[in-house]
């Protein structure tokens, strides 16, 4: 039996959609329909919401958002400048599946996909990034160019006290020493979301690079996407507020979205490298299995992720067209 690629709707069937979400492995919360919709409005794109069926039988799922600029037309996934995490394409009852009917199922689905876009929007330059998806064969099969991306991920795994003893020395000496205190970490609220962006986008701006997350589209994320779908983690010292980290929460992994700035004040006290502590701490509490700390290839950030003892992990960052089309290309700068 053929996979059937169609294309759901993002206000009618949400629902279904969300259903399929959250069945898949491989997706997070920016998958979600509302998520989706919201990363449209941000970005002034349209959202296409691909699925693939066997029958009745969901197979797979992949967002992407058609960008115009003039007469240039891209497709992306995630959406031009949106700053979401990962997107691309996921699958749905593969796990069940022998190797080779995997491989074929996989093979159909994101054929089926890739036509669809030629067809439907013709772009002249697509950009995907696939996360938790490893076969990109018939990506390369269909002349597109993919480039692995690097991530380090951290297993939630055994007891509190061996988790923090995976850490380097430093990093243990940081939490285990911290006055209790002296500091409180918590969930925030929705305008701690929008504090937690604003500091990250000074600090770019102090580095002279450009930060194209509004916190606008934060906050909106925080409000319409289910309750502990995006978590701002603060650090507050007498009440204020010195730091954060937005983490990105599904059943499976928990995502560093975004945060984690150092904070220039004169308080002796490892900010950070708390946050991510109980970030750590809490997921393993509630059965996460993985802490995705959303990146590994600035070797200036790396030094400090690195001391978690993550391990290293593959995305890919998939492409076609001509890259010098600055118009679209410009739109969909990612720091990563």
Known sequence: MTIEVTTLDADTDADEWNRYVERSDGTNPFFRAEALQL?????????????????????????????????????????????????????????????????????????????????????????????????VRPFIWNGYDVEPGYTYVVDLEGSEDELLKRFSSDARSNVRNADEDAYVIEEGTNGDVERIVEQVANRYESQGKSFELSPEFARAVHERLPDGSIRPYVCRVDDEFLGGILVVDSERTRYRWQGGVKPDTGIDLPINDLLDWHVMRDGLRDGVETYDLVGAGVPSINRYKAKFNPRLETHYQITSGAFGLDLLVDRYQKHR
Not at 108 to 114: I, P, Q, T, V, Y
Request: overall charge positive; charged content about 25%; glycine content about 8%.
């Open 39 to 135: 990363q449209a409005e941000d970005t002034g794109s349209t959202a296409h919401l691909l699925a693939g069926f066997k029958g009745q039988e969901a197979v797979g799922l992949f967002p992407v958002f058609e960008y115009k600029k003039g007469p240039i037309t891209g497709a992306f996934s995630p959406a031009p400048h949106s700053w979401s995490c990962y997107l691309g394409p996921s699958l749905l009852n593969v796990n069940k599946l022998k190797q080779r009917k995997a491989d074929r199922r996989t093979k159909r689905f994101l054929e089926g996909c890739l036509e669809w876009i030629d067809r439907e929007i013709s772009p002249l330059y697509t950009k995907f990034v696939a996360a938790e998806f490893d076969d």
